[in-house]
């Protein structure tokens, strides 16, 4: 199956401050990433996702960058806000066709300090 | 749109017990997931369906745990007999059936198994 891995496990920055967050996956069949977020006690919810025939997508403070030769894909917030404390989750899209499998990373806490 | 619907929001079981957790998609919506999240584990698809056909069970931990899809509003995952590793957030989740689209999830079950 599809191996993902998150780094870093825990992120902590200050309020202002750009957050990178990178995962790699093994399916070079991949063609769908999305990145997800998760606040404490919520649900998950799609914050950004890119396709493989782009490269970079933003979204006002948030982007996604992907690199399919080296199969990874990474987030960037940048002017981080108290608000952007959460879990982070990448989840790479397996076996293409009708199904949309995710399969999703380990997760990054990010931790906002004022 | 009230988004995914999942009942109970809390459960709380002895050792034995048989559990069952339901869930309604959105209406529309084509594909239907079950997620089990732990610290431990992480957050672990379980199975999905598309138009009520289950596509891949291979996530279902062992035979205590089944899940059905009687029709297009309705799921279920039940547990029988339920154990104290069983304890987690189960989701539901759902999305249109196709390559980029996004899921939604449900606000959770969170189930603990004395």
């Known amino acids: 199956g599809e191996n993902v891995e998150q780094h870093p496990s825990t992120l902590s920055v200050q309020e202002g401050d750009s957050a990178v967050i990178k995962c790699t996956y093994s399916d070079s069949a991949s063609n769908y990433f999305p990145w997800y977020k998760q606040e404490l006690g919520k649900r998950p919810q799609l914050i950004i996702d890119i396709r493989s025939n782009v490269g970079e997508k933003k979204d006002q403070r948030i982007a996604v960058t992907l690199n399919k030769t080296a199969k990874h894909f990474s987030l960037h917030i940048t002017e981080t806000q108290p608000e952007d404390s959460a879990v982070y989750f990448c989840a790479p899209r397996t076996r293409p066709g009708t199904a949309s499998k995710l399969t999703f990373g380990t997760g990054t806490r990010l931790q906002v300090t004022l | 749109d009230a988004g995914v619907i999942q009942s109970p929001r809390h459960e709380v079981t002895e050792m034995g017990q048989e559990v069952t957790l339901r869930c309604k998609p959105i209406s529309g919506h084509n594909s239907l997931f079950w997620y089990r999240q732990t610290m431990m584990r992480g957050l672990e698809l379980l199975i999905y369906?598309?138009?009520?056909?289950?596509?891949?069970d291979s996530g279902m931990p062992e035979d205590r745990f089944s899940a059905k899809m009687p029709n297009a509003s309705f799921s279920t995952l039940k547990i029988q007999p339920s154990e104290p590793r069983d304890s987690a957030v189960y989701f539901c989740?759902?999305?249109?059936?196709?390559?980029?689209?996004?899921?939604?999830f449900g606000p959770g079950t969170r189930l603990t198994v004395l």
């Open positions: 989740a759902s999305s249109s059936l196709g390559q980029y689209n996004e899921q939604f």
């Open positions: 369906f598309n138009n009520n056909v289950p596509i891949d």
